[in-house]
């Protein structure tokens, strides 16, 4: 082996030890695993589409902002998502164009710490409505047996969510997620909300909350904080899905949560720049 292909084995070891190269391989588990169950020429053109798009456009930003290039593996996740959400019957482009513009908002839309808005759900709500995008979740495996999709989600989530630390988020959302369909199922009409309880919505949940609410960038890292945040993500992805009925409900409500945590960010960041003035005085 040559010194170069020792130095590319080197790195790519230690990209996949971090949360972003351990989850880029939990995907490509799931992907794999869907392969048995879906059509492979509608599958792959929009995902890899996606996943290319968004990473030409934050490779050369990366190079501009780091002095160096560096693999776009963020963009790269965002890709991926966006192509295991979105409907395999949608045109390719569809989930190219939305993914490189969400990956270009990631630098506009920002505070000081990070971007605000997860860039998969972004670019997700902005294909619903650009371009008429269904969203089908087939990442999530819904075409496989339950018994053999639901214990992989967990099995692979669960993984991710306690190496990037993101469990009280999680579980805060599930419980109040469910808490509330459940509690609209008793007072109201029950085949209204049925659907989030029976597959494949019970495995588009589960992915959506191991693999997008769990965005490190866009979420809170302190328990009491995820905890919040994941009540208000289920709270508000109930609300959308009774009030307006969309396809995103799941998605309306992580970015949502986007917001709150940006502003609490925010807040926090000011409240220590102001003690630091008045000691300072």
Not at 157 to 180: D, H, Q, S
Request: hydrophobic letters at 55%; proline letters at 6%; aromatic letters at 12%.
């Amino acid at each position: 082996m040559t010194t170069r292909a020792r130095r590319l084995a080197r790195e790519l070891r230690r990209f996949i030890r971090t949360p972003k190269g351990t989850l880029t391989l939990l995907l490509v588990l799931l992907i794999a695993a869907a392969t048995t169950a879906e059509d492979l020429r509608r599958m792959w053109p929009g995902l890899i589409a996606a996943t290319l798009a968004a990473a030409a456009v934050d490779l050369p930003i990366l190079r501009w902002r780091k002095r160096r290039w560096e693999f776009p593996s963020g963009a790269v996740l965002t890709g991926m998502l966006v192509g295991m959400v979105m409907s395999p019957h949608e045109p390719w482009h569809a989930g190219a164009v939305v993914s490189a513009v969400a990956i270009a908002l990631k630098y506009v839309l920002r505070t000081r710490a990070a971007n605000i808005f997860n860039p998969a759900a972004l670019a997700l709500v902005g294909a619903y409505y650009a371009f008429d995008a269904g969203h089908s979740w087939w990442g999530a495996l819904p075409d496989l047996v339950w018994w053999v999709s639901v214990p992989l989600l967990v099995a692979t989530g669960g993984f991710i969510t306690e190496r990037v630390n993101k469990l009280p988020l999680v579980l805060a959302f599930l419980a109040a997620f469910y808490a509330l369909f459940t509690t609209a199922a008793f007072l109201g009409d029950p085949s209204h909300v049925a659907e989030v309880f029976i597959p494949p919505d019970v495995q588009a949940v589960l992915f959506f909350a191991f693999f997008i609410l769990t965005d490190p960038p866009t979420s809170p890292t302190r328990d009491r904080d995820q905890i919040i945040c994941g009540m208000l993500v289920a709270a508000v992805s109930y609300a959308t899905y009774e009030l307006a009925g969309v396809v995103f409900y799941l998605l309306a409500g992580v970015l949502a949560g986007n917001v709150y945590e940006a502003a609490r960010r925010t807040l926090v960041v000011r409240g220590h720049t102001k003690r630091r003035t008045t000691a300072a005085a």
